[in-house]
Structures are given as structure tokens and as C-alpha cells.
């Protein structure tokens, strides 16, 4: 009798060791201090453009200016209605069962003027309901600062290209740090630089649409990193202290396979992960016949100010592409353009899947993409604040599940080799406003019905996907990777059995 106990217990002990070895080992699990969420932005989902005092932004005056530049002429001035839904949008994200929201505060609804001497008693209102909501159940706050939607009159000033844009908008951070510190968990000062600047600056692919590449995306980005890095200075000195949050900033990197093994394409994808661009700009600037390089210098009190001004690396990951060396040198004559400094050319492999011309499926990308961060950029915190596929489907999202399954396995695969993720933020809660192509591409794990007065949200199969990830915080129908739980899990049934038996 007490022969068969002790075996028992050594057995439980033995099992219960072999089991804890066998989690710890299993790659499909997600340790305990992870976080998961979905994120919006606000003009993509808000609506309400014009309501309550809110100001113009650069995103309501390009789509009403120039709808021909939107695919589908549409524009955010209704969108998913979500400023008067906040309490249906967080019923969805409770039965989720998110650990945080990621959101973006409009700085035309809380600040109508750009300058943070008026504030929108409704602005105000509107994120501090939110805010409260969310703490009280329990789901952390992750804000984006700026989320593209800049007021209109300060673009009126140039924008990201008039430095004096600077204090502006540390003036504007000051304020959401006082209003809504207390309940933020994590701020992110800028989401994509690169897009607001190259894009929005140096292209006509974002608003504003200034269409100046080579020269005004080089000063946007010059001023936009200062920008950041005093926003982060105030915080780090004056609000840290008592309101704890994490701070950083936002790319949107893709993972840039070289096409062959050749030294020229291996460089040309490196340059473009790193977008190094500080040689090439300079010697085309020469060649072009400018005086000095076009790219803005930083000094080195600036480089000492903006170094480790992000407790984490924000990553946005979509795709990835194949990057080669260009057969040809371009000729100065040419003229000045991002992309000739840039000096490469990429493509996308044609075996990639995919339901749109750039959003391809390569979720061993992300797992590269992960380990060139950790190697690159000193092993730091890593938080992918949006990663998620566009369709044009309705809820049968096969396309979308299998995407986030991949991406999430490719995520752990990366962990497994040491890379520090922390968070996965799936882009977006639910279809919106994708910026120049209108609503004509869904990214949304819940569907709107644009056509239904109430823009109906409805689950797709993703959305069940994604709520079985955030519950049991594991990948699920993994079968090899499973397996070893399985095997534990019935070889204790089977010693319980037989201990109890002799
Ligand atoms: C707000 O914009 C809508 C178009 O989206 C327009 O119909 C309405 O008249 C505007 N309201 C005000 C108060 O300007
Ligand atoms: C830059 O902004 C300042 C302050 O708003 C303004 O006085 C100045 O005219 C702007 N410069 C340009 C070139 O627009
Ligand atoms: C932007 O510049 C390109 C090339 O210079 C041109 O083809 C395009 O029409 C311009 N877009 C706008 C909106 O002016
Ligand atoms: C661009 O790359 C080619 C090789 O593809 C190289 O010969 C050329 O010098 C480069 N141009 C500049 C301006 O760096
Ligand atoms: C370069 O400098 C020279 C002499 O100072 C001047 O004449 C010329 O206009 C300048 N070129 C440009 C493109 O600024
Ligand atoms: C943030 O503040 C802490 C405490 O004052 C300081 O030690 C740290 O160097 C600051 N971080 C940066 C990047 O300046
Ligand atoms: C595209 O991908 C396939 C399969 O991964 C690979 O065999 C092929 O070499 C790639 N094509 C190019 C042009 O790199
Ligand atoms: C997950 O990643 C591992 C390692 O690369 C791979 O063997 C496995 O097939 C992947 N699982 C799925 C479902 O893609
Ligand atoms: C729209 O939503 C409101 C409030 O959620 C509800 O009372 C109303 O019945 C809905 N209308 C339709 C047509 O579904």
C-alpha cells in the first residue's frame, strides 16, 4: 500500500519535472508575460470628421480636395462610425480577450486649432471614456501619438518639412501626457516614419502628397526624429517617474531576401533593410550638382540626444520582397529622386501567395526579419505593434487564418533563437479606411458592413482564431509541435493508471 503511494509520487514527480522541461521546450506556447492585442488608428476608424469642434487634417483635406487620388473616391468622414460605438468596439475586444488596445488619438479632435492653447472639451471626452473603459476592464492602453492625421493649417506651414513643427508637437505630446498618462500602458510617439515621410513627402502614396522625393522626405524624416526623440526626453524626465509607461517609436520594415547569392544583391537587400542611404545620397547629390548632400546631417549632440530615445523596437511587418543590385549606374541627369539614391531595384517572387499586388505571404520573412533586429540593433525589446493580411473576402477568411498562424509561428521560431518579442499586435480590429485604396482591401479580423446604416461588425473566422490564440496563448492544431504536450499528458494518464493499479 504505501510502496504503491511512494511510487505514485515519485512518478508525479518525475512527470511533473518531464512536463515542465517539455512546455518550457515547446515553442508553440507563449510565455506567460506576452502580449497580444489588435490596434486602429483614429481616422481610419473614427468617422465623425466633422464633429464637435474637431479640426481638419491633412487626411480629411486630401480625400474631399483630391478624391480621385482614394481608389474608390471614398474618404474616413463616416468609416466604421466607431466615434459613436466605443461600447460596442469594447464588448469585441473583451470577448477577445486582448491583453491591450492600440489606438491613435486624433489631434484634430482634441486639439481643432494644431496648437495645444484650446483643447475640445468633446475631444477630450471621447479618449478619456475610452481610456476608462479599458482600465476598467482590464485591457492595457497602447496610444499612438501620431497616427498620420496632422492638422491641416500646420501643413499649411510646410508640415514635417518646417522644423518649427517640433515644439508643436512635443506641445501636443505634453498634452496627452498630462490628460491620459495615468492610464496608458505604452505610448508610441510615431507610427512609420518612413511612410509619413517617404510616402507622404517624397511621393504622392499618402497625404500630404507633396511629391518632392530626394529633398522633402530627407528633411521630414530630419525633423520628425527630433521630434520623437523630445517627446521622449519629456516623458523619460518629467512623467516616468509616476506614470511608468514604455515609450517608443514605430517602423514598418519588410524583410528584403536577397534575389541571388551575388555580393551586389546581397547589398542591395542589406541597403534596403537598413535603407543606408548616407553614401549613396551624398555621392548622387554631388553628381546631380548640389553643393551640399541633400540628405540633412545630424550633429553629433543631436545623434547623443536621439540615441536610446525607444524603450523597444516597434515593428510593423506585412511582406517581404527580393532585393537586387540594378544592371546599370543612373544617370545623374536623371534627376534627384528617393528611389535612385536608394539605387536597387526589388521584386516579389511570383511562388509567394497572395489577394493583393503587394501583401504577399512569407511568413519566413518575419522570422529573418526578427533575428536581423536582435543582431543588428543590440538584442532589444521587440514589440510587433501590426502585422495582418488584406483580402477582399467576407468572413470566410481562410486566407487571413492561416496568415496570422504562420506569422505566429514564425514569431516563436525567431524566440526559439533568442529574439525578445513581447507583444503581436494583429492589424486591424475590423475592416476600415486603408488610406489611397479606400475601402477596397479589408484587413479587419471583424467585418464591417459599409452598406448597413449601423456598420454592422461581424466575426470572421479569424476573429476565433485570433480569440483561441489570446485565451489558451498557443498556436492551435499544430500536430508535431502539440505533440509533445499530448505525449506528457498521456503518459501521465497511463502511470496514473498503473501505479494505481499495482
Ligand atoms: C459634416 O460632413 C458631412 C459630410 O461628411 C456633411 O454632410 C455635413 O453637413 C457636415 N457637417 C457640418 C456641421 O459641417
Ligand atoms: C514655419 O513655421 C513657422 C511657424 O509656424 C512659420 O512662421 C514659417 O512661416 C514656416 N515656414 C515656412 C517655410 O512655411
Ligand atoms: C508626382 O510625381 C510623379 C513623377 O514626377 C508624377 O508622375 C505624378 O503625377 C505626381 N503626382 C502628383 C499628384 O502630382
Ligand atoms: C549604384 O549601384 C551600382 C551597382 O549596381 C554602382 O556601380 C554605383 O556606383 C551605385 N551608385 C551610387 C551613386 O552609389
Ligand atoms: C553652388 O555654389 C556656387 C558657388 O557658391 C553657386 O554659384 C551655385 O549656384 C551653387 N549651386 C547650387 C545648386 O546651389
Ligand atoms: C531616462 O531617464 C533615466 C532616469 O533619469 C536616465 O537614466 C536615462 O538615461 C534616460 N534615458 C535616456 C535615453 O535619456
Ligand atoms: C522564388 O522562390 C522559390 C521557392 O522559394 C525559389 O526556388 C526561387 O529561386 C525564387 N525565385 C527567385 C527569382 O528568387
Ligand atoms: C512552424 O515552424 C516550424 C519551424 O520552421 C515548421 O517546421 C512548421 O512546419 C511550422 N508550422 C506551420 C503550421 O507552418
Ligand atoms: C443600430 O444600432 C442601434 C444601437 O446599437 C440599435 O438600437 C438599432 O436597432 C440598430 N439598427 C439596425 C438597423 O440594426
Given amino acids: 500500500m504505501f ?167 512635443v506641445d501636443y505630446a505634453r498634452v496627452l501626457f498630462e490628460l491620459f498618462g495615468d492610464r496608458v500602458h505604452t505610448w508610441i510617439t510615431f507610427n512609420e516614419p518612413y511612410q509619413i515621410c517617404r510616402e507622404g513627402y517624397g511621393s504622392d502614396r499618402k497625404a500630404p502628397a507633396l511629391n518632392n522625393s530626394g529633398i522633402s522626405d530627407y528633411i521630414c524624416g530630419y525633423n520628425l526624429l527630433r521630434a520623437h526623440a523630445k517627446a521622449f526626453h519629456l516623458y523619460n524626465n518629467t512623467y516616468r517617474r509616476v506614470q511608468k509607461a514604455k515609450i517608443g517609436i514605430t517602423v514598418q520594415a519588410p524583410w528584403a531576401e536577397p534575389a541571388t547569392s551575388r555580393e551586389g544583391d546581397v547589398q542591395a537587400a542589406n541597403r534596403l533593410m537598413q535603407f543606408r542611404m548616407v553614401y549613396a545620397s551624398n555621392l548622387r547629390s554631388a553628381l546631380e550638382g548640389y553643393n551640399s548632400s541633400r540628405l540633412p546631417q545630424f550633429t553629433s549632440k543631436e545623434i547623443e540626444y536621439i540615441k536610446g530615445t525607444s524603450d523597444f523596437f516597434g515593428l510593423n511587418h506585412y511582406t517581404s520582397v527580393m ?82 498562424r504562420d506569422y505566429l509561428n514564425a514569431t516563436l521560431n525567431a524566440m526559439a533563437q533568442g529574439a525578445s518579442v513581447k507583444v503581436y499586435t494583429a492589424w486591424t480590429l475590423m475592416d476600415n479606411f486603408e488610406w489611397m485604396a479606400g475601402y477596397t482591401e479589408r484587413f479587419g479580423l471583424v467585418h464591417i458592413d459599409y452598406e448597413s446604416e449601423n456598420r454592422t461588425r461581424t466575426y470572421k473566422r479569424s476573429a476565433y482564431f485570433m480569440k483561441h490564440v489570446f485565451k489558451r496563448r498557443r498556436i492551435t492544431g499544430f500536430g508535431s509541435r502539440s505533440g509533445k504536450l499530448k505525449t506528457g499528458v498521456s503518459c501521465l494518464i497511463v502511470t496514473l493508471l498503473f501505479s494505481l493499479w499495482i
Fill in 323 to 404: 532585393g537586387a543590385e540594378l544592371p546599370f549606374v543612373i544617370p545623374a541627369a536623371l534627376g534627384t529622386s528617393f528611389a535612385y539614391d536608394l539605387n536597387l531595384t526589388y521584386f516579389y517572387n511570383t511562388s509567394w501567395p497572395s489577394d493583393t499586388d503587394w501583401l504577399k505571404v512569407v511568413p519566413w520573412g518575419l522570422e529573418k526579419l526578427l533575428l536581423f533586429i536582435k543582431e543588428e540593433y543590440d538584442n532589444p525589446d521587440i514589440y510587433i505593434t501590426e502585422n495582418g493580411y488584406a483580402d477582399r473576402e467576407t468572413l470566410n477568411d481562410y486566407a487571413r487564418l492561416t496568415y496570422h
Fill in 3 to 169: 510502496g504503491s503511494l511512494y511510487l505514485l509520487l515519485f512518478v508525479l514527480l518525475v512527470e511533473l519535472l518531464w512536463w515542465s522541461i517539455a512546455i518550457q521546450l515547446n515553442p508553440s506556447r507563449f510565455p506567460r508575460d506576452f502580449l497580444f492585442g489588435t490596434a486602429t488608428s483614429a481616422y481610419q476608424i473614427e468617422g465623425a470628421w466633422n464633429v464637435s469642434g474637431k479640426g481638419e487634417s491633412i487626411w480629411d483635406h486630401l480625400t474631399h480636395n483630391y478624391p480621385s487620388m482614394i481608389i474608390d473616391q471614398s474618404n474616413g468622414d463616416v468609416a466604421c462610425k466607431s466615434y459613436y460605438k466605443m461600447d460596442e468596439d469594447l464588448e469585441i475586444l473583451k470577448d477577445l480577450g486582448v491583453d491591450f488596445y492600440r489606438f491613435s488619438i486624433s489631434w484634430t479632435r482634441l486639439l481643432p486649432t494644431g496648437y495645444s492653447t484650446y483643447i475640445n472639451e468633446d475631444g477630450l471626452q471621447y479618449y478619456n471614456r475610452l481610456l476608462n473603459l479599458l482600465k476598467r476592464n482590464n485591457i492595457k492602453a497602447m496610444v499612438t501619438i501620431y497616427h498620420w492625421d496632422l492638422p491641416q493649417v500646420l501643413q499649411e506651414h510646410g508640415g514635417w518639412t518646417n522644423s518649427s513643427i517640433i515644439d508643436v508637437y
